[in-house]
């Protein structure tokens, strides 16, 4: 007996807005679905999230249906799942149109039975649990729940619902507390691993995108519980590069973020990588504005064409940075996409401790600066008020400006040239209080 074990290919799916991205999921759920092919798996099993949402476009519908075409061909059942990207609010959802073109076997709680070559029913209840059959296997499964869901008052409907035996496959599309470090769900976990019902030969998971394995040894339970990630990288956590530039450049291949997914032999699990586009998580560290871009330039030699790239400036410089004085120095390196992200803090102006406030304020705060606090200062109930005061104040300022100028040594202007002397002045700065008020 062997079968392949894929899960989260998320098709439709279009990163960062950006249509190549659509293309690179199609990859490669076609590449997994071909070398399933290519080994000669008895069937597939397919642990939810096949597209990124629950409505997906006729495009990707498509897709869909020509690439598990190809298994359909070589009479190889597919047993699927619906991930929480899958599953809607109704009973039915688009699972239900590639069953009845024949492309899959969907697993887990129905209304109505299934009775076929590949499915058979349980009653439960008023429902049906429905599971898959390939010769004396077993496939058992249920949809994404939330674990209000799965554990209701005290009670493990898992436990409830499935009794495993040796030859049987349990697939799951939930977060498993004890596996869910280092990935988003490790707080936000479906179940505890207490929680898993025992017997079953494998645990077919998906829901976690970073490829885990938990041996049945470790775990106590009777099979090995295993996640084969995305099939594509769907985050700057499932890198898989990571280059770190302080002092020197470090630069590390992320050999646990590699992508692909399980072909199981016997119940042996062995992982297959496939072919994905490179994606580098960069971090940038530097004190000066000139310091960051030198690095930046600097690391265009570690990086591979056609790749993707997320930079993180990181440091503290006087006035801070803006990512958009970057983005230049990337847009020659023939990469797929890039973006940056700005971990960059404005240098802090160092206070001297022994200063009272008033002689801080006077080295910080020109002589005008301070009248025009002083004329601001008043009780919060008054400043309405006052607030009139204020701009009377300052429209006066600058309409009556002194005029100091002399003719000569001792000799004050006359009138007229008085006048002469009060030119008009001269255009505000943008970004002053003179170009404000001129505004108005």
């Given at each position: 007996?062997?079968?392949a074990?894929?899960?989260?290919?998320?098709?439709?799916?279009e990163?960062?807005?950006?249509?190549f991205?659509?293309?690179?999921?199609?990859?490669?759920?076609?590449?997994a679905?071909?070398?399933a092919?290519?080994?000669k798996?008895?069937?597939i099993?397919?642990?939810?999230?096949?597209?990124?949402?629950?409505?997906?476009?006729?495009?990707?519908?498509?897709?869909?249906?020509?690439?598990?075409s190809?298994a359909?061909?070589?009479?190889?059942?597919?047993?699927?799942i619906?991930?929480n990207?899958?599953?809607?609010?109704?009973?039915?959802?688009?699972?239900?149109?590639?069953?009845?073109?024949?492309?899959?076997?969907?697993?887990?709680?129905?209304?109505?039975p299934?009775e076929?070559?590949?499915?058979?029913?349980?009653?439960?209840?008023?429902?049906?649990?429905?599971?898959?059959?390939?010769g004396d296997?077993?496939?058992?499964?249920?949809?994404?729940n939330?674990?209000w869901?799965?554990?209701?008052?005290?009670q493990?409907?898992?436990?409830?619902?499935?009794?495993?035996?040796?030859?049987?496959?349990?697939?799951?599309?939930?977060?498993?507390?004890?596996?869910?470090?280092?990935t988003?769900?490790k707080?936000?976990?479906d179940l505890?691993?207490?929680?898993?019902?025992?017997?079953?030969?494998?645990?077919?998971?998906?829901?976690?995108?970073?490829?885990k394995?938990?041996k049945k040894?470790?775990?106590?339970?009777s099979?090995?519980?295993?996640?084969?990630?995305?099939?594509e990288?769907?985050?700057?956590?499932?890198?898989?590069?990571?280059i770190?530039?302080?002092?020197?450049?470090?630069?590390?291949?992320?050999?646990?973020?590699?992508?692909?997914?399980?072909?199981?032999e016997?119940?042996?699990?062995?992982?297959?990588?496939i072919?994905?586009?490179?994606?580098y998580n960069?971090?940038i560290?530097?004190?000066?504005?000139?310091e960051?871009?030198?690095?930046v330039?600097?690391?265009?030699?570690?990086?591979?064409r056609d790749?993707?790239v997320?930079?993180?400036?990181?440091?503290?410089?006087?006035?801070?940075?803006?990512?958009?004085?970057?983005?230049?120095?990337?847009?020659?390196?023939?990469l797929?996409?890039?973006n940056?992200?700005?971990?960059?803090?404005?240098?802090?102006?160092?206070?001297d401790?022994?200063?009272?406030?008033?002689?801080?304020?006077?080295?910080?705060?020109?002589?005008?600066?301070k009248e025009?606090?002083?004329?601001?200062?008043?009780e919060?109930?008054?400043?309405?008020?006052?607030?009139d005061?204020?701009?009377?104040?300052?429209?006066?300022?600058y309409?009556?400006?002194?005029?100091?100028e002399?003719?000569?040594p001792?000799?004050?202007?006359g009138?007229?040239?008085?006048?002469?002397?009060?030119?008009?002045?001269?255009p505000?700065?943008?970004?002053?209080?003179d170009?404000?008020?001129?505004?108005?």
């Amino acid at each position: 007996m062997k079968f392949a074990h894929i899960a989260d290919p998320h098709l439709g799916r279009e990163q960062f807005q950006q249509p190549f991205r659509y293309r690179d999921y199609l990859e490669a759920f076609k590449q997994a679905i071909e070398r399933a092919i290519e080994e000669k798996v008895d069937f597939i099993l397919l642990a939810g999230d096949l597209f990124h949402v629950s409505k997906p476009s006729p495009r990707a519908i498509r897709d869909a249906v020509e690439v598990l075409s190809a298994a359909k061909k070589k009479d190889i059942p597919v047993f699927a799942i619906e991930g929480n990207h899958d599953k809607t609010i109704r009973e039915t959802s688009i699972y239900d149109l590639l069953e009845h073109l024949g492309l899959i076997y969907t697993v887990g709680i129905k209304k109505t039975p299934r009775e076929g070559e590949f499915q058979r029913s349980i009653k439960k209840g008023n429902l049906y649990l429905v599971y898959g059959v390939f010769g004396d296997i077993e496939i058992y499964g249920l949809r994404h729940n939330n674990r209000w869901q799965l554990i209701k008052n005290g009670q493990n409907i898992l436990k409830t619902l499935f009794k495993g035996r040796p030859n049987s496959i349990l697939m799951l599309h939930q977060a498993i507390d004890y596996l869910a470090e280092g990935t988003p769900y490790k707080d936000a976990f479906d179940l505890k691993l207490s929680e898993i019902p025992d017997g079953f030969g494998y645990y077919a998971l998906g829901h976690i995108h970073m490829k885990k394995e938990l041996k049945k040894e470790e775990s106590g339970l009777s099979g090995d519980i295993i996640y084969p990630g995305s099939l594509e990288r769907t985050e700057i956590r499932e890198a898989s590069h990571r280059i770190v530039y302080d002092r020197k450049v470090t630069i590390k291949k992320l050999e646990e973020n590699i992508k692909g997914f399980y072909i199981v032999e016997d119940f042996e699990p062995q992982f297959v990588e496939i072919n994905t586009r490179p994606f580098y998580n960069v971090l940038i560290k530097g004190n000066s504005k000139s310091e960051l871009k030198n690095k930046v330039s600097e690391i265009r030699d570690h990086v591979e064409r056609d790749s993707i790239v997320i930079i993180t400036l990181e440091g503290v410089v006087r006035g801070g940075v803006h990512v958009n004085e970057f983005y230049d120095l990337l847009k020659d390196w023939g990469l797929a996409y890039y973006n940056f992200n700005n971990r960059v803090s404005s240098e802090a102006i160092g206070v001297d401790p022994t200063k009272t406030v008033d002689e801080l304020l006077d080295e910080i705060l020109s002589n005008f600066e301070k009248e025009v606090f002083s004329q601001l200062v008043s009780e919060p109930k008054y400043f309405s008020e006052e607030l009139d005061n204020f701009v009377d104040w300052l429209m006066d300022k600058y309409k009556h400006p002194k005029i100091l100028e002399k003719k000569g040594p001792g000799e004050e202007k006359g009138e007229d040239e008085k006048e002469k002397s009060r030119s008009k002045p001269k255009p505000p700065k943008v970004g002053t209080i003179d170009a404000w008020l001129g505004m108005r």
